[in-house]
């Protein structure tokens, strides 16, 4: 199993810039897809973005395409979030999660690891 574990989360500006981390130990992370998920108050928890463990393809979701990047360092066995023109409905606690398919999806549901999150607060 890998365990997951994210950080970088923090109170930014509208407009500013963030890069979370997820870091895995116990397992290579490259044997995993994972995806990236947040969860605001009173909402469900939704799709951010996504990385496939067998071609490294990625995707996301639409409300954030053009600002966020998903990349990932096989070295440091860990997956990052970059995250630029964050906007207040960008306010949510961000989690990672892996799963050991090819490929990533955009169901919480098909993820057999996840991290405790971090929290993303952008104030306008």
């Known amino acids: 199993q890998v365990q997951l574990v994210e950080s970088g989360g923090m109170l930014v500006q509208a407009g500013g810039s963030l890069r979370l981390s997820c870091a895995a130990s116990?397992?290579?992370?490259?044997?995993?897809?994972v995806g990236w998920f947040r969860q605001a108050p009173g909402k469900e928890r939704e799709f951010v973005a996504g990385i496939s463990r067998n071609s490294g393809a990625t995707d996301y979701a639409r409300s954030v395409k053009s600002r966020f990047i998903l990349s990932r360092d096989n070295v440091k066995n860990a997956v990052y979030l970059q995250m630029t023109s964050l906007k207040p409905e960008d306010t949510a606690v961000y989690f990672c999660?892996?799963?050991?398919?090819?490929?990533?999806?955009?169901?919480?549901?098909?993820?057999?690891?996840w991290g405790q999150g971090t929290q993303v607060t952008v104030s306008s």
């Open positions: 116990g397992e290579i992370f490259s044997s995993y897809s």
């Open positions: 999660a892996a799963r050991s398919g090819y490929n990533f999806y955009p169901s919480p549901a098909e993820y057999d690891y």
